[in-house]
């Protein structure tokens, strides 16, 4: 067994600056380290090498080993600093209570712990939560690191899991899960957001875009200062995420101004203003999105036809159209006069109206609507552009059979 006064020098020397050294020194000092201890950790260090030898490469080349008593040394010393928070009479404690081999793993464990947490809050550049082969290099890396490096970016990768957290906490009493998000790929402060607008509503889901667009239009009727007295953290949110969800309320409370400014719509600031695109979220839905431009158009078709849907009457629209005049689904006589003379002086142009059926006619219709329009076009152009038909008599009792023509 060697003794006490030449064991430390053995350990020292892997790396005199380590925080395991100082420990190690410590306990010794202070009586904590026995020289039984420092037999076993004599026994336990090369086993600890070649361990990590292999792992991350090969434990029969030397410039492997070497490295790999760097990183035994460094595993030990960034859990010590970290448990013991520069505690030397508590590290001493740890490596009196624990094998070597032990505060190693405890190191590594540390390390794998932060390579899979979070390095950001946008949801689509998160990896799962677990640790994997493709993070051995990473880990590689961070098992050389120092621990001031460590704890930086400890501290920032938790703050990032809070937010992250935050979110999903939220999201998920929305109705969205931490699937659904990170298919849609937000930012996590973006869905906070949200999460907060909503809560001042009676809504129990994620909004799509149209949702969201009338809440802020419903907001922007209120009395600006009573939101901002609304706009409040629900009382359900943990303890452990308010301080985070506060601080995405007060970006809230000053973006207000341009949120409450009805000069400006809302499909502006959120689609064509910088400092608002992707800062709020709402629900990507295609076949909502489908529904509402199907419902605008079939609204806005229903205002052009007043309500008609008879042939006569889309044939009246369509020749209009062909015609280049305003649209109208019933004509007078005189009215209907003057559109031949029109079409005789200026042209009908049949491929006008098949373009407005396709822009302006609902989706389910507009086969059928083409299939009348090339119809009646093939037998009433001729008609409608004959030079012999000098009084109109002709083309005028074709729109009276066919169009909508009092």
């Known amino acids: 067994m060697p003794n006490a006064s030449r064991t430390p020098n053995a350990v020292s020397h892997f790396d005199e600056r380590a925080f395991f050294e100082k420990a190690l020194h410590y306990g010794i000092a202070h009586g904590l380290i026995t020289p039984a201890k420092l037999e076993a950790m004599a026994q336990e260090a090369p086993k600890g090498m070649v361990q ?6 090969s434990e029969f080349l030397r410039p492997e080993l070497e490295k790999a008593r760097e990183r035994l040394v460094n595993l030990i010393s960034l859990h010590l600093q970290h448990a013991s928070h ?21 190191g590594s464990d540390m390390l ?13 550049m998160n990896e799962a939560s677990v640790f994997g082969d493709r993070h051995i290099a990473h880990l590689a890396r961070w098992s050389l690191a120092g621990y ?10 938790q703050g990032a899991a809070q937010t992250v957290q935050c979110a999903l906490w ?18 996590a402060e973006a869905v906070i957001r949200t999460t907060l607008l909503v809560a001042m509503t009676n809504r129990k889901e994620m909004p799509d875009w149209h949702q969201f667009e009338k809440l802020i239009q419903m907001l922007r009727r209120k009395d600006p200062e009573r939101v901002a007295a609304a706009l409040q953290i629900p009382k359900a949110v943990p303890q452990t995420l308010r301080t985070v969800a506060e601080t995405v309320r007060v970006s809230v409370l000053a973006d207000l101004p341009k949120l409450l400014d009805a000069r400006l719509t809302v499909r502006k ?3 064509q203003t910088p400092a608002f695109m992707g800062r709020y979220f709402w629900v990507e839905d295609t076949l909502s999105d489908v529904g509402q431009f199907d419902r605008l158009r079939s609204a806005a078709w229903d205002k052009v036809t007043q309500g008609h849907a008879d042939d006569s009457s889309l044939l009246t629209l369509f020749v209009c159209v062909a015609a280049n005049v305003p649209p109208k689904a019933l004509l007078t006589s005189k009215a209907a006069l003057s559109l031949i003379r029109k079409i005789r002086k200026s042209g009908f142009e049949p491929a006008l109206a098949s373009t407005y059926i396709q822009t302006h006619a609902p989706q389910e219709y ?4 083409l299939q009348l329009w090339k119809d009646f076009v093939a037998e009433a152009q001729p008609t409608l552009l004959s030079d012999r038909d000098t009084k109109l008599t002709d083309a005028l009792a074709l729109l009276r059979r066919d169009c909508n023509v009092t």
Do not use: W
């Open 52 to 57: 990590i030898a292999r792992y991350f490469g």
């Open 86 to 106: 520069g505690d030397l009479r508590v590290a001493a404690e740890l490596l009196r209570d624990h094998s070597l081999l032990s505060r190693s793993k405890a």
């Open 112 to 124: 794998k712990a932060l390579i899979v947490m979070p390095q950001s809050t946008h949801f689509g």
């Open 148 to 157: 001031p490096e460590f704890l930086a970016e400890l501290n920032a990768r």
């Open 170 to 187: 939220l999201a998920q009493h929305l109705g969205m899960s931490a699937d659904d998000l990170q298919a849609c790929e937000p930012d």
């Open 269 to 271: 600031l959120f689609d």
């Open 366 to 369: 507009q086969d059928d609507y």
